[in-house]
């Protein structure tokens, strides 16, 4: 049976500090022209809710 030790709270903590960074870097990355455009054909394509309370009539 092999015994977990407890990781170096140093090391612990500068990944954490490292994800954290990563995290907040790929928060402020602007969303590629690609995914605009699928985001837009999606959209056009939604269905009015008006027509969706009348059964799609």
């Known amino acids: 049976m092999m015994t977990q030790e407890r990781p170096d709270p140093d090391i ?3 990944i954490d500090e490292n994800l954290r960074k990563v995290y907040e870097n790929v ?3 602007e969303v590629p022209d690609r995914f605009k455009e699928l985001l837009n054909q999606l959209r056009a394509e939604k269905v009015p809710p008006s ?3 009348q059964g799609g009539q």
């Open 27 to 29: 928060l402020k990355e």
């Open 51 to 53: 027509d969706v309370s």
């Open 12 to 14: 612990s903590r500068e």
